[in-house]
C-alpha cells in the first residue's frame, strides 16, 4: 500500500496561527512535533516511509522538506503540484507518481490521507486502515467515517445504508456542509457521520470512477508521470468529494471508532488541548483569575484574563483574535475582510520561511525596516541587489562568508558591514550553527519586489 497525504492546502480557519504561507499542518498544536510530522509517524507504523507520497505546494516545499528532516523521514516523496487543483487532480498526480516512479501496480493499495488530523489510539487507527485495504484491493472506493458528537456546520456528513457482514457500510449518500437545523438533524440520526476526508482505493478503481464522473481530468492524464505533471494546471479544480465520493457506485464506508479531529476550527482545538481544572486551555505565557471555560493562546507576549468565560483569546506577535467559544467559524470572514482590505496579515506571520532559513520581522517604519535573519548551516543567499534600500548587517551569531560587489570575506559576531543600493551582494553560512544577523534596510521603496537577482536561484 502506498500513503498519499495532501499537504497543499493554505487554509486560514486558525487565523493568526495559520496563515497562508504557512498553513495548518506545518503548525505545533498540542506536541513537539507538527500536524504534518505526527501524520507521517502515523503511517510509518503502517507502512516504510519509502511508501509515503507527500503532496504539497510549491511554496511549501522546504517547509515539508524541514518537517521530513525533523521526524528522521527524508525518504519519503514529495510531489510538487506547479498550481492549485484541489484534491482530485492532486491525487491523480500523487498516484501517477506511485505508478510510474514508484513502480505501483494498478490493483495496489492508495491511502489518502490529510495531513492536519489528529486521530488516537493508533492501535485502533492502524487496524481500520488494514481493513479497509483489503476492501479497497476488492474494488470498492473506501470512506471514513467519524461519529457525530455535535451539529457541525463545517463538515461534510456521509449517509449511510446497509451495513455488510464485514463492518463497512454501504454509502448513501453525501451532504456537504449542511445548514444549522441539518446539522441538528443529521446529529440525532445514527446513519449519518462526519466525512473524515480519508479514503482508499487503488489506481484502477480509481481511475475508472474518473471517466465516469470527471473526464475532464482523465483527459489530461498523460502516459507518464512527468506528462501528467506537465497538464497538471489544465485539469479542473475540484475535490474528490465532488469529483467521485459522491457519485461512485463503489462507495462503502467504515466506521472511524476512535478520537478524530480535524483541528479546523479554533472550538475544535480547545477540544484537543489538555484543561486546567476551571476548564481553561492554556499555552505560553498567561495569568488567569477567576476565569472558566477559556482558550488562552500566547505566543509572543503576556496575555492576562479576568473573569473570562467562554471566552477565546489567541495572540501573535502581530495579531490578537479574541472570540466567543462556538463562534470560531466567523475567522473566516475575519481573514475575507483582511484580503479586502489587502493585509499582509493574511498570507503571512512576522516570520517567513526560506529554503536557506527564516526571516522575522523586528520593526518597521517610514524609510527603514529591521527583521532577524537565521541562516541554516550551509543556507546561501544568492546574489542580487536592490534599486530602492540600503542595507546594513550586523552578526550577532555564527560565522558568515558575504560577497559584496565581488569581494569576499568573513565576518562573525559582533561585526558589521554596509551594503549600498544597486550593489551586488550575497551571503553564506559554512559553519555548523545557524548563523544570526541583524538587519536594517534603509530606503524609500521598502517592498519585498525590490529586489534583482543575478541567477536563477531564489
Known amino acids: 500500500m502506498k500513503v498519499i497525504i495532501l499537504a497543499g492546502g493554505g487554509g486560514t480557519r486558525l487565523f493568526p496561527l495559520s496563515r497562508k504561507k504557512r498553513p495548518k499542518q506545518f503548525l505545533h498544536i498540542n506536541q513537539d512535533k507538527s500536524l504534518l510530522a505526527e501524520t507521517i509517524d502515523r503511517f510509518r507504523q503502517i507502512v516504510k516511509v519509502t511508501d509515503i507520497v507527500i503532496v504539497t505546494g510549491k511554496d511549501y516545499l522546504f517547509s515539508v522538506k524541514s518537517e521530513l528532516a525533523e521526524c528522521n523521514a527524508l525518504e519519503a516523496h514529495i510531489v510538487i503540484e506547479n498550481e492549485a487543483r484541489n484534491t482530485a487532480p492532486a491525487i491523480v498526480l500523487a498516484a501517477q507518481y506511485c505508478k510510474d516512479i514508484l513502480n505501483s501496480q494498478d490493483d495496489e493499495a ?26 479497497a484491493q476488492r474494488g470498492s472506493f473506501v470512506a471514513f467515517g467519524a461519529k457525530t458528537t455535535k451539529p457541525e456546520t463545517a463538515f461534510g456528513y456521509i449517509r449511510t445504508g446497509i451495513k455488510e457482514e464485514n463492518g463497512f457500510y454501504k454509502i448513501s449518500g453525501f451532504t456537504e456542509k449542511p445548514d444549522k437545523k441539518t446539522a441538528l438533524e443529521y446529529t440525532e440520526d445514527t446513519k449519518y457521520f462526519w466525512n473524515s476526508g480519508m479514503f482508499c482505493f487503488t489506481w484502477q478503481t480509481y481511475y475508472e470512477e474518473l471517466q465516469k464522473y470527471a473526464n475532464p481530468i482523465v483527459k489530461y492524464i498523460g502516459n507518464t508521470y512527468e506528462e501528467t505533471a506537465a497538464n497538471f494546471a489544465n485539469m479542473p479544480g475540484i475535490s474528490i468529494d465532488y469529483a467521485v465520493a459522491e457519485k461512485t457506485q463503489r462507495g462503502v464506508m467504515i466506521p472511524l471508532d476512535l478520537y478524530w479531529n480535524d483541528v479546523g476550527s479554533w472550538d475544535a482545538l480547545y477540544e484537543v488541548l489538555e484543561k486546567d481544572s476551571s476548564g481553561n486551555a492554556v499555552k505560553g505565557d498567561c ?30 506577535d502581530d495579531v490578537i483574535l479574541v472570540a466567543q467559544k462556538g463562534e470560531s467559524q466567523y475567522v473566516r470572514e475575519i481573514v475575507n475582510t483582511l484580503k479586502a482590505r489587502g493585509r499582509r496579515e493574511v498570507d503571512e506571520h512576522t516570520t517567513i520561511y526560506y529554503k536557506w532559513g527564516q526571516a522575522a520581522l523586528l520593526n518597521e517604519g517610514p524609510g527603514y525596516c529591521m527583521r532577524k535573519l537565521t541562516i541554516n548551516p550551509g543556507g546561501v543567499l544568492p546574489v542580487r541587489m536592490h534599486y530602492h534600500r540600503a542595507v546594513h548587517w550586523i552578526v550577532t551569531r555564527g560565522a558568515a562568508f558575504i560577497g559584496i560587489d565581488g569581494e569576499n570575506r568573513m565576518m562573525h559576531g559582533n561585526e558589521s558591514v554596509f551594503i549600498p543600493m544597486t550593489t551586488p551582494y550575497s551571503l553564506e553560512n559554512p559553519g555548523k550553527v545557524p548563523l544570526i544577523i541583524i538587519e536594517v534596510a534603509s530606503g524609500e521603496y521598502l517592498a519585498d519586489d525590490d529586489v534583482e537577482y543575478m541567477d536563477n536561484t531564489k
Open 287 to 316: 495569568i488567569r483569575i477567576n476565569c472558566n471555560d477559556s482558550l488562552l493562546w500566547s505566543q509572543s507576549r503576556l496575555i492576562a484574563g479576568i473573569g473570562l468565560k467562554d471566552i477565546m483569546v489567541v495572540e501573535t
Open 110 to 135: 492508495l491511502f489518502i490521507a490529510p495531513s492536519d488530523h489528529i486521530i488516537r489510539p493508533l492501535k485502533i487507527y492502524n487496524d481500520i486502515v488494514e481493513k479497509a485495504e483489503r476492501e
